[in-house]
């Protein structure tokens, strides 16, 4: 790594501005240019403390938010500088340390983020000044964080312009301004007013009241409380209200909202025992919490029955009184942490829909790399799906992690998502999960008007098999089926499913009502490896288990159009365990043949087999074993002979290399269907909803290529006959 990293300096002038999203925001766009990004914060308001429990009491939340972030690989230790008490005992020292630590990061990195001071401290005039000079001393562009929140938009543009002086006085260099938490009706206006400003790029973003939201677990600890009963998994939710339930129940009834905690005295059992009913009835608010507090708790009888009702709604118990508790939790605050995936998913969505990154970069002058890491991968299929946002169906709608990835999907506009299930229990966990797919269709597949036009669909379909009417609507009903044929019929653009179903209950549906693309005579799979410096394509590493000669080239000239859908440059290797015209054997018989019908039918693609795969990724080995080949030494595409070897080797790459494995991505099908390992994370179902909406594009765009074909031919025709 050079010592010479690009880096940017996100500061302000006082507390509460969003700094720590922009700079989210910030490493986000950078870990999508280069391959390594490094964080930073000069001064904090406490130094690591080793004796503190599991080392995380006197962390900074800014700097370990941004460590979570994929792509960046540093310990807290080398990101932090000095101590606010540092800084006061003595400046200079300070900032010569503050110096020293930050080269050590960047002399690893290839852009480091610097976030400066949070105006935690006994906050003076100076504080913006000595941010100046850290960041002239490190030689790093400022960017300007400013608030708009109770600010008219002459005020920001004012205070900006005090700002960028005091910063150019220390000969800080500024090269734009966030005005952010601003009034979202004041949005135009700000932007008129530094219209005059023509040195510096100003974006503006709105205020976003969520993200101030406390947790539970944020809003137990303001009130000195602890868990009793509840799923500990919601203490992670955000708490959208503060009620204090001292009332009658019936009058409180009507003043729950979904998302607000409820201080009970811990002696009104009514109230208690009403609010739990009140969760379990579908038609009334999901509460984030109950805090029940006075020292209280419910007698012992009253006690075994709350039990015995198995809450999941968090419930926490204080010895605070009720004015202490509910001050407390109004005081409380939120913050973007690494523990809330939808506040980073907003925080990201609010910058990348308000903030120019290619812009940012330019003036940054960060210029993108030959290499392609995983990372960059990720973020250019969301980028293409993002372009032109196509609608897949989730059919598992009530799994957890299908929930999680479509708040994700939907908060970062990636696509429109369908989820198939019952609506009412599909929502009720999603707000349960402190989740927003509000976005999001809900359809169960076994009423509503769809299901008998589906079943009447697939009775034509299958007509040639015996199918009744009667045996057709037990088949639409599963959620595959109903998926699949939403995708057949145009009421979506593909279909992403197995996170809690098999393969075979995936493909199987596509099989029958999909069917495969002309002049391919099997459906089959690939595995996008993304190693450290590029991507790889192998296949069928999931579907056919002894494919034929045939079948394998068709294999290989699907796994080639894949690859050139995904920006890889297709070199094909049909992998054997033989090299060339050394070996002999059915085996390699197939590979060979199957090499020579990919020739014959795409003369145009570069292929070579049989070949070894060390021959087939090592310059030096193919440099001995066949040293005039095209492809040996630097093939993108892997087909595997079988899927014995297809399977084993793609996991082995991912454990052994630490290669992330985006797929199966199924191949062949006239219209998109993709499977999900059962393991599947949620990033994995988001990135292959980004890769299925991008087949989805690519099938749009060809369609529209044909039917403009069509209609020239038809033009062309007519002019003709008329003449």
Known sequence: ?????????????????????????????????????????????????PTAPNGKDDRDYV????????????????????TYDEVHTDPEEALS?????????????????????????????????????????LGAPVLLVLSGNGRSPAGVRQLSEVCVSELEANHAQVFGVVANRCVPADLAEIQAEFAALDSLPVWTVPEEPFLMAPTVSQLMDAVEGHQVLGDPELLGREVLDVLVGAMNFEHLLDRLSDGAAVIVPGDRSDVLLGLLTAQTAKSFPSLS??????????????????????????????????????????????????DSQRKVDTALALFEQNVDGKALLDRLDVQRPEVVT??????????????????????????????????????????????????????????????????????????????????????????????????????????????????????????????????????????????TVPGVSVVSSVFLMCLEDRVLVYGDCAVNPDPTAE????????????????????????????????????????????????????????????????????????????????????????VFPDLNTGNNTYKAVQRSAGAIAIGPVLQGLRMPVNDLSRGALVQDIVNTVAITAIQAQARAEAQAQLHAAASTSTTAHEGAHSS
Not at 63 to 82: I, K, P, R, S, W
Not at 292 to 305: H, I, S, T
Not at 312 to 328: C, E
């Open 374 to 515: 995983p990372l960059m991968f990720e973020y250019e299929l969301l980028n293409r799906a993002r372009a032109d946002r196509r609608h897949i169906v989730l059919p598992e709608g009530s799994e957890d992690r299908i929930l999680r990835a479509a708040s994700t999907l939907l908060q970062r506009q990636v696509a429109y998502i369908t989820l198939l299930g019952e609506e009412e229990s599909i929502r009720a966990r999603a707000i349960e999960l402190g989740l927003d797919i509000s976005e999001a269709k809900v359809i169960d597949p076994r009423s509503g008007v769809l299901f008998e036009e589906f079943a009447l669909a697939y009775t034509e379909m299958r007509a040639h098999k015996g199918m009744t009417v009667e045996r057709a609507r037990e088949i639409v009903s599963s959620v595959s089926y109903f998926g699949t044929l939403m995708v057949q019929l145009g009421y979506a653009d593909g279909m992403v499913s197995g996170a809690a179903h098999t393969t075979a209950h995936t493909i199987r549906p596509a099989f029958e009502i999909i069917k």
């Open 1 to 49: 790594m050079s010592s010479t990293a690009r880096s940017i300096y996100i500061t302000s002038p006082e507390g509460e501005t969003g700094k720590s999203t922009v700079a989210l925001g910030v490493v986000d766009l950078l870990t999508r240019r280069v391959q390594r990004v490094g964080v930073f914060r000069p001064v904090t308001r406490n130094g690591p403390n």
């Open 97 to 137: 340390k503050i110096v020293t630590r930050y080269h050590e990061v960047a002399a690893e990195c290839d852009a480091v983020v610097v976030v400066g001071t949070d105006y935690t401290d006994v906050a003076g005039p100076t504080e913006l000044a000595y941010n100046a000079r850290i960041a002239a001393n």
């Open 63 to 82: 700097v370990e938010l941004l460590l979570a972030h994929d792509g960046v690989d540093l310990t807290y230790e080398q990101c932090v500088g000095v």
């Open 551 to 638: 079948q394998l080239a068709d294999i290989a000239i699907s796994s080639a159009a894949t690859a050139t859908q995904f920006g890889v440059e297709p070199r094909i290797a049909m992998l054997s365990y033989s090299t060339g015209e050394s070996g002999s054997g059915a085996d390699v018989d197939k590979v060979r043949a199957a090499t020579e019908l990919v020739r014959q039918r795409r003369p145009d693609l570069s292929v070579e087999g049989p070949i070894q795969y060390d021959a087939a990724v090592d310059a030096s080995v193919a440099a001995s074993k066949m040293p005039e080949s095209l492809v040996a030494g630097r093939a993108t595409v892997f």
């Open 289 to 338: 919490a109950i805090i029940l507090n006075g020292g209280f708790y419910p007698p012992e009888a009253v006690g075994r029955l709350v039990a015995d009702l198995a809450p999941s709604v968090p419930i926490v118990r204080t010895d605070l009184g009720t004015f202490r508790t509910a001050s407390a939790a109004a005081a409380a605050r939120g913050r973007v942490s690494k």
